[in-house]
Every structure is written in C-alpha cells, then in structure tokens.
C-alpha cells in the first residue's frame, strides 16, 4: 500500500475510533493500540509533509500560543432561556405557548437534558469545521477556534453540502475533571470548583497545547438551520452525520407527558458522565417556534426547568476553625469524602457559630450537604435518627487556632473574630485580595506562594511586596530564576492599577468595587487621600452619591487608623497607584437616567460591564438600593441581590437585555 493511501486508511480508522470513545463513550480499542495508529499517522505525515491537512488528528494537539482572543459575531443571537423550578410555572409556559399558536394546534414538545458546560458556537461550511466561538453577550462572543480544534469528540469533517450552524455545550466528564483536580493538587495549584467552570477556563486558555490536555468533550443542542421541520429531527440528523449529542432527547404530548420526561431525566441524573443541572423543553415544530418568537430576552417556545440542588450524606468527622482576612473565625466541616455535583467534597462552609448551634451539629454525626450556588459546598442538615450516641458536641474555640490570641466579639454581629492585625492568617488573607484579579491583579501570587512568602518573614504585609528581592524568591520551594522574575515582573506592573483598584485591594468595610471607584475619583490620587482631615473627610466622602453613613464610618475610620495610614503612605512611597483615571457618566444616551447594579458570572469582566453603561448613559451602584433600576444578573447570582431587587422595585434583566438597551432595543 503506498503512503497516500495508509494516511487515507489511518485518518478514517482514527476518526472512527475517536467517535466510539468520544462521542459513544464505548471504545473498541485500548489506549495503546491507539497511540500506535497515531503514531504510525504522525511519522507518516513527518516523511511526507504534502499529506498533512488541516483536518488531520495529529493536528489537535494545538499549535502556537495565541496572542488574543478577537469577537465575532454570532450568526443569529444565542439566546438566554427562561427559568422555572415548578410545576405550575411549567403550566403556564405550556399555556403561553398554546395561545400563542393558532387555535387548535396540539405542539408537540422536546425534552432533553440540561447540560452544565460552557455554551459554544460552532461552524460546520459544506463538510468542513470552520471555527466557533464562546456564547458571549448572545450577539457575539470570543474566537476559540484553535481551542475547539482539539476536542476529539468533534469531527473536522461531515458529509454535508452547505452551513451548518450548531449551537452546543463542552463539557468535561467527572471522572476526566477528577484526574486533573489530582493533577493540580500535586502541583499545588488550586482545584477547579465544577466542570464547568474548568470547561469555560479551558476553552479561554491561551496556548491550544494546554488545552488539549484537558479532555474537553462537546454535545451538541441546537442546529440553526433546518434539517427536518423539527428541533429532534435536526438532532437525530447530527446524529447521522456523526456529530456529538446527548441523544437523550425525547418527544411528548401535553404536560402530563412533559412531566414525566422531565422526571426520567431526573432520576438519570448521577448516570450522566457529565454534569446537569435541569432539563429543557422546547416547541419542537420550527415552523410553530417561528410563529412563537421571542422577546427581548427568551424564546417564548423553550423553557428550562432547574433541578433542586444535589444533596449528599456523609459523616462528619471534625470541625476545623479557618481564621480570614478581616479576623473572622469560620468553622468549616471535616467530612468524609463523597460525591456531589461532580465533584468529590471533604470539607464544608458551616458559617459561624450560630449556624452550628441551630442545625445542633455534633462531631461524627452524619450530615446532608449541598453546593450553595452549585459551588461552595455548605452543611444544610443533620441525620438526627442515626446517632449512636458517641457523637460529641462542639463548641468555637475562646482562642483564635492560628496565633493563640483571646477570640473577640463583634457588638450586634454573630461573627467571632481574632483582633490581632499581624496574625499570620489574617496577614496572608489580606494579600491573597489584595493581588486578585478585581484588584491589584498579580498574576502567580497564589496561596502556597503566599504562605511561603508570609512564614519566611519576606513579607509582613502587602506593601513589602514591592521590596521583594527575586533571589530570595527564586530559592523558595516549587519556584525558580524564571518564575520569580515572572512574580517580581507582575508585582512591578501593578504598580500603574488605578486608585480605585488600590481602595478595593486593601479592603475597606463596607466599600466594594464600585464605591471605591467612587471615592477614588473624589480623592484622585493617592496623596489627596491621605491628605484630607477628619472633617474633610466627611464632606468629601459624605458627598458621594450612594454613601450612607456606615460607608462614611468606615472610611474615616480606616484613614483615621494608624496602621492603615502607614501601610497606604508605604505604598504611596513604593509608586504604587498614584492616580485615578475619571469614569465619567456620558451625558446622554439610551440609558439615560437610569441606574444599574451588575451581579454574578459575566461574559466579561464586571468593571467592563460598568464602563459600557457610563458610556450609555447609566449610573453604577455597588447594591441594590432606593432608586436602582435594573439589576443585570448573570450566572450564579446570589439571594441577597435578588431579595434587594425586590425590596427596592429593581427590576431583573439578562446580559442580553442590557445589551440590547445599549443599542436602544429597550429592556
């Protein structure tokens, strides 16, 4: 057999045993049968280079570093879909829908699962995959094309004439997403919460080499174009053509049927390798979607039905006192390890004391947990019925367990806390904020670092970061010449971060990031600040839209503080931060006399957001209070925001909807 042909036999074996591993998960072979395929491909390829294409599977290990990510447009709008956690709110979605269509239509509905990943578009032109790119704002997202080129459930090439635009999930399976916590965890890095948080980090890695390594899958559940008059009939055709879904997708009529596919996916939960967090239904004529449509924000043919949290019982074998930036004791569960969310959990946030008392935890009880935010992992319940009686009761420690001080207690506050400014806990947890990336962003200055940095006496606080001597970090464990000068080098330029990336960095109570934005405007630089008397003080701060008298409190009460004034004068005489750039609210525009307060995950960075509705026209508030009018939620929002949206009359819109209001759609 001559060489061009072997590459045509091996390229078509390849592909066929990347999609029964891939996108069956059933592979035929074992991994070393198929690294001698590969291999045999790679040498072929090496000895005759015209026989390499684009589409070859030595291709996806990634190429070259990019240097950025560039937008683009997607080629009609990804969509939010609207949430319900309930039957009646099914019911009423199946109404809508109903007396949305012509009278005595009977819409037939498709169920599928809820994937929980990274959402994508992908392009497929006459056979061949053209790139793809990240959901975004819906109207336009990042170029990952190079990222997406190394997921192997993806083929390069289909056989099919003309566009195919398919809109899908990458995820990574928990048993993949397992062995790379184990990965990193041996490399002292930090875990990834969830799988989708390591699928949204990875599709955004810039070196496609590294993103190869992470075992990224796509399923694909939507295809723009019509493939058979309906929404199952274009997921069985990709099917067809070899292309990944989650081929759970089933086809019901009325809600009883509904209901019932939407409890089978349920039950199936724990049996995906993947992660789900609910299912979809959808309208599954398109020509019945077309007549439908949307509004500003939703289709008004799909719907996304939560599950409840996942819950898991375990024992609880102790109960261990974390001590945090601003003093606070945290009692934190010991548990034996157990499964949830797709994650294995050992430990979990008790709060404070009172929590502790009220759910009458003792050690070695067994213990419900669930993920708040399907993140951090939190004791919700105890399994009073399985005592045995050998478990005991705790009580919080009178002493903080890192630096022995005598434990203190806030007036009108449950919080227990340790006064002592230079206990090493406390000290280590300021700099950990101070170098985030919502603050002085110095990249590499992760907590192993920081506990090194802090135990070795190199640093006493955040301002002798900009006095550390690179060869004393080079010698410390797991860095080196090249890593410390890395450290130094992004140390240096945090230098030019603007003021208000400072106030937020050294953290002031009661004032987030938008308020220091604010007061660092007022003051303009750093000098001003420190500048101002006691009564200046108060008219300046006082003067601060959004400034209540607990936010005045506190800032004179930190300038007012010695400690605080040496350490801002020592940063001050290092060069770091001196001025402020003005974000002014643009005079006019389509949000005009509006206010907003942005919340959770966002397509891009939060003071991004901020700065594209000052050039609107709108004000930013740090809460939601008296006289906010939106409030932009995007994933993973917490109840404290949306309790105050309601208090205070807010109303909640999407990413999207705030998009479209900045292009003058309306909300």
Partial sequence: ?????????????????DYRYYVLDDPLIGDREYDALYAELAKLEAEHPELASADSPTRRVGGAPRTDLKTVEHVVPMMSLDNTYDRKELEDFVRRVHDGLPHGATPAFCVEPKLDGASVELLYRDGRFVGGSTRGDGVAGEDISENLRTIRSLPMTIDHLGPLTLRGEVVIYRRDLEAINQERAAAGEPLFANPRNAAAGSLRMIDPRAVAKRGLRALIWQVVEDLGGSHSAGLDRLAELGLPTHRQHRTCNGLDELIAAIAAIEEKRKDFPYEIDGAVVKVDSLSEQSVLGATAKFPRWAIAYKFSAERAVTRLLDIIVQVGRTGALTPVAVLEPVQLAGTVVSRASLHNREIVQSLGVRLGDRVSIEKAGEIIPQVVGVETHARSGDEQPWTMP??????????AESDGAVAVYCPNAHCPAIVKGKIIHFSRRYAMDIDGLGESLVDQLVDGGLIRDVADLYELDRARVAALDRMGDKSAQNLIDAIVGSKERPLERLITGVGIEHVGQVAARQLAEAAGEL???LAWAPEEIESHVGAIAGFGPKMVESVKGFLADP????????LLS????RRQPVAVVAAGGPLAGMSFCVTGVLSKKREDVHADIRAGGGEVHDKVKKGTTYLVAGDKVGKSKLDGAKKFGAQVIDEQALGAMLKGDGA
């Avoid at 009178?398 to 434990?407: F, G, I, K, L």
């Fill in 398 to 407: 009178e002493r903080c367990p890192v630096c022995s001080t005598p434990a």
């Fill in 574 to 577: 290092r060069g770091v931060s």
């Fill in 1 to 17: 057999m001559n060489a061009r042909a072997r590459h045509a036999e091996l390229m078509r074996e390849i592909r066929a045993h």
């Fill in 563 to 570: 400690a605080s004034r040496e350490l801002l004068e020592k």
């Fill in 527 to 529: 000098a001003t600040l």
